[in-house]
């Protein structure tokens, strides 16, 4: 079983549209969640961090359950600058970050 | 503030040969993380180090990979002996002092083994 695991792509959707992403981990020791984002292959960027009480920043929220160990981002209103491969990622302790496979979405006008 | 720097940003290497990724952190950070992704895969943890120290290598190969962060000058991953399973994309990552998840990616260096 993978450590990190997300829905498998690619999303196709239209401008405006709600979109949300999946992820679970293996570890229940892990400590750090976040959502990062590539484009074409190039150096991932931090989107956000997930915290339990769960965070929004402007269209994206996430979630976190430790209890199922289930991560979660949605995107509302989408644009098409929104279309890029979104990782997860969790950390386990000491800086260490494990990516997931990364779910691709595609937004289309 | 300039970004975490790498280079060479595109490294062709014939099989046996060695390669040499340089990565120098951004301003200030004291710690330097090694990714590796492969060709539609995801990015792997390879190595995390401080000035001078191997903190955690769990994900280095066991041979022909070794990596160093000196006191002086960038960081760099080294490959001995390439094989064509090591083309992929390395990045380098760095992070200041006490904020070991606040990491920044640098643009990565695209290995090619022939």
């Known amino acids: ?109 | 503030n300039a970004g975490v720097m790498q280079n060479p940003r595109h490294l062709v290497r014939r099989r046996g040969q060695e390669a040499r990724l340089r990565c120098s952190p951004m301003k200030g950070h004291s710690h330097v993380y090694w990714y590796r992704q492969l060709p539609e895969e995801g990015l792997k943890f390879m190595v995390y180090l401080q000035k001078e120290n191997i903190i955690d290598e769990s994900g280095m190969p066991k041979e022909r990979f070794s990596a160093e962060f000196p006191k002086e000058g960038p960081s760099i991953l080294r490959i001995q002996q390439v094989v064509r399973g090591d083309s992929a994309a390395y990045f380098c990552a760095s992070s200041p002092e006490g904020l070991v998840y606040e990491q920044y990616f640098g643009p990565g260096t695209r290995l090619t083994v022939t």
């Open chain 1, 1 to 109: 079983r993978k450590e990190v695991e997300q829905d498998p792509g690619p999303f196709n959707v239209p401008e405006g549209a709600t979109v949300a992403f999946n992820c679970t981990y293996s570890n229940s020791a892990s400590q750090s969640f976040f959502w990062y984002r590539q484009d074409c292959r190039k150096e991932p960027k931090l989107l956000m961090s997930v915290y339990s009480s769960g965070n929004e920043d402007g269209r994206f929220t996430a979630q976190l359950n430790r209890a199922s160990q289930y991560i979660s981002l949605l995107i509302r209103d989408s644009k098409l600058s929104d279309s890029a491969t979104y990782l997860c990622v969790v950390s386990p302790q000491g800086g260490k970050l494990i990516f997931g496979q990364g779910t691709e979405l595609s937004v289309k006008p």
